[in-house]
């Protein structure tokens, strides 16, 4: 069991969506798109995987990390600076 | 004929293997794996994402932009403005 | 008591730095520099200030997040909304 | 002459508001502010830095380039790659 454990068909569908949009890229390109118009769509695409990793992040801390934290000491610490880790390389990509 | 018709090819297959890396992450989903693990994969997706942007932008800026501004005048303009908009999208996705 | 406080000193110190880093750029902009000059320092002057909001979300999270997770409820639950807003904030600006 | 000199003063002013930016966020981790208004603020000086970059970035693509892609050859090249470190410096910052 997982935060996302009871969302897990909406994570699924938002992921083939955007799975979706990565192919359209492709596609775009393939048929030789105007560049603008391609950024456009890889732009979307970033921000719907964002999305999916703001969701799944807010659920670890509501389900893991609370439960972690009940239990306390070390466990709990080091959940925080898994966290606190996965933040850092959400903010930075 | 684009700033990107030459490296086609190479978008082509970085793209494909982004559309590989979000089936993953759905197939992580899926096998219910630990959500940091996860998120981890999103933030390379992510970044994967931003990088082909960067590529496709580069390259934009090297044709389209500095065709226009040899042209010059409002359609030197119009490039330029749609460019920096494109950019603003990326930063700010 | 916040989660930062016993670390007050050193992002006072931080911030100080990070104020002089903008003081800095104004005085780039005024002395007529390089503008790709004075992007590089506006870039380092932005993760400065990222890697505080960082900082201070870790020890939020390590202090005020675990202490209602402790207490439970609706409590808890708040202060895991309020802080997964401060995330979504920090990743998309 | 560069892109941002005839918005110079508009510029500085804009800085001198993300330097008080900085300073009322040092001042509210001095006065034991909330973490997450202060993790707002911080949002908010991040912001307001990375408007001021997508400024000069676009009166530089707007000057700079523009004049070097007139002229051609190797400067316009390495105002190009110049531009486009620039502008990946910002989309990971």
């Given at each position: 069991m997982h935060g996302y454990t009871q969302d897990k068909d909406a994570y699924l569908k938002?992921?083939?969506?955007?799975?979706?949009?990565?192919?359209?890229?492709a596609k775009m390109i393939d048929?030789?798109?105007?560049?603008?118009?391609?950024l456009t769509q890889v732009s979307a695409a970033t921000?719907?995987?964002?999305?999916v990793a703001l969701g799944l992040l807010d659920e670890h801390l509501?389900?893991?990390?609370?439960?972690?934290?009940a239990e306390g000491g070390q466990i709990s610490d080091q959940k925080l600076t898994e966290?606190?880790?996965a933040i850092?390389?959400?903010?930075?990509?």
């Open positions: 938002r992921l083939r969506r955007v799975e979706g949009q990565v192919r359209g890229i048929d030789d798109k105007y560049c603008i118009d391609v921000k719907a995987l964002e999305a509501r389900h893991c990390v609370v439960q972690a934290a966290a606190s880790a850092a390389r959400l903010v930075k990509s």
